[in-house]
T-cell receptor
Framework: EADIYQTPRYLVIGTGKKITLECSQT?????MYWYQQDPGMELHLIHY???????EKGDLSSESTVSRIRTEHFPLTLESARPSHTSQYLC???????????????FGPGTRLTVL | SQQGEEDPQALSIQEGENATMNCSYK?????LQWYRQNSGRGLVHLIL?????REKHSGRLRVTLDTSKKSSSLLITASRAADTASYFC????????????FGQGTTLQVKP
């Protein structure tokens, strides 16, 4: 099992609430990622980070924001949740080695978010 | 899809049979990876094949890569009920930003 954790595992909330999905890893990885995955579908990258104070938008536009104040934490925040945000959110991390072609990512168990 | 197509989308076989899944991609790549996802869980890395490799083995897994056709296949031999899961291919672009682009996945069911 990879040492990457996500909380909560399941979250059901009402429209308009602010939520933060937590992700932490104990592997000392510099790179971290957030993916969004609808049931039976592929993963879409929504945010990534190369290290502390680095955050980038992913390939899929998202209303969420992220922060990277510490290497091990990469929380994702939705200021005002809507039903369209209902999905599974997966966090991942990998080592960063300039010039390396090896990019295995380690995934957390995911947070399944339902916005009513 | 960002990536291309994976086929079949769903596959159902008997325990002991072999399972083959295919993946196509659109852009030049640095490497291609296969991941497994059990229902409602995170993904687990299975195997990575670099763009200059044509075939790779890991236990009961065999991966091939044909860069001229921009395609890869994953073969699971002597399947077990515990292999039931979704399998995704993912590519790392030649720019090596580290970002993975995932395919749509193949859902494999292995019946005991």
């Amino acid at each position: 099992e990879a040492d990457i954790y996500q909380t909560p595992r399941y979250l059901v909330i009402g429209t308009g609430k602010k939520i933060t999905l937590e992700c932490s890893q104990t592997m000392g990885h510099d790179k971290m990622y957030w993916y969004q995955q609808d049931p039976g579908m592929e993963l879409h990258l929504i945010h990534y980070s190369y290290g502390v104070n680095s955050t980038e938008k992913g390939d899929l536009s998202s209303e969420s924001t992220v922060s990277r104040i510490r290497t091990e934490h990469f929380p994702l925040t939705l200021e005002s949740a809507r039903p369209s945000h209902t999905s599974q959110y997966l966090c991942a991390s990998s080592e960063y080695s300039r010039g390396s072609s090896y990019n295995e990512q380690f995934f957390g168990p995911g947070t399944r978010l339902t916005v009513l | 899809s960002q990536q291309g197509e994976e086929d079949p989308q769903a596959l159902s076989i008997q325990e002991g049979e072999n399972a083959t899944m295919n993946c196509s991609y659109k852009t030049s790549i640095n490497n291609l990876q296969w991941y497994r996802q059990n229902s409602g869980r995170g993904l687990v890395h299975l195997i990575l094949i670099r763009s200059n490799e044509r075939e790779k083995h890991s236990g009961r897994l065999r991966v091939t890569l044909d860069t001229s056709k921009k395609s890869s296949s994953l073969l699971i031999t002597a399947s077990r009920a515990a292999d039931t899961a979704s399998y995704f291919c993912a590519t790392v672009g030649s720019g090596n930003t580290g970002k993975l682009i995932f395919g749509q996945g193949t859902t494999l069911q292995v019946k005991p």
